[in-house]
């Protein structure tokens, strides 16, 4: 059951919403690692359409003063997880998602060619629901299944891959309790 929980490259669970944000991984790369990000638009308000609306390049600058500066970005991420614990999918596993910008982890640069971006709802500086880490934890243990080189050590925040330049998933994101109920489904 568990095996077939991703096909294609795609959640079964998970709303698709395809990105045209985003293209192929450099052949031969292995996807070992996972990216933790958060967003919200506008900051703070949450059951928007416009996080799709950016993933999809389609938001409308006139809607808000702050999305004049963001609006032209082309960025994208595998997954979002919403605050009720919706799953929305942009681009499939196996493709490269724009998610990680200027990024190392561990010494390798371009975090985006061996990574998988999942975006939560939420603030940099707020905490997120329940609902949003029990649907992280189960779609994590999807991942290492589909992904065996993806290992807990391998799971990071985008503030971890970019820091100085990115606070997110930030303050409020609890690793340890994510952790848990990673190792608890396990
Ligand atoms: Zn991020």
């Not at 395809?18 to 990216?35: A, C, G, T």
């Not at 595998?78 to 929305?88: A, K, S, T």
């Not at 190392?104 to 997120?128: P, V, Y």
Request: glycine share 8%; net charge negative; proline share 5%.
């Amino acid at each position: 059951m568990v095996l077939q929980a991703i096909q294609d490259g795609w959640l079964k669970l998970a709303r698709q919403n395809i990105s045209p944000h985003f293209d192929e991984r450099p052949k031969q790369v292995d996807v070992d690692l996972l990216v933790i990000h958060c967003i919200s638009l506008p900051c703070g308000n949450y059951g928007t359409p416009y996080i799709d609306d950016l993933f999809l390049g389609k938001l409308d600058p006139n809607t808000h003063p702050d999305f004049q500066d963001i609006y032209q970005l082309r960025v994208s991420a595998h997954l979002l997880i919403r605050r009720d614990g919706e799953v929305v999918q942009y681009v499939p596993f196996d493709k490269r998602a724009w998610h990680a910008g200027v990024s190392q982890f561990q010494g390798r640069e371009k975090c985006n060619d061996f990574s998988i971006g999942i975006e939560l709802e939420g603030t940099d500086t707020t905490t997120f629901t329940d609902e949003q880490y029990q649907q992280l934890a189960e779609i994590t243990g999807h991942l290492m299944m589909l992904y065996p080189k993806l290992t807990k050590s391998r799971i990071v925040g985008h503030e971890h891959i970019a820091p100085g330049r990115k606070t997110d998933p930030g303050i409020g994101f609890d690793w340890d309790h994510y952790f848990h109920s990673l190792e608890k489904r396990a």
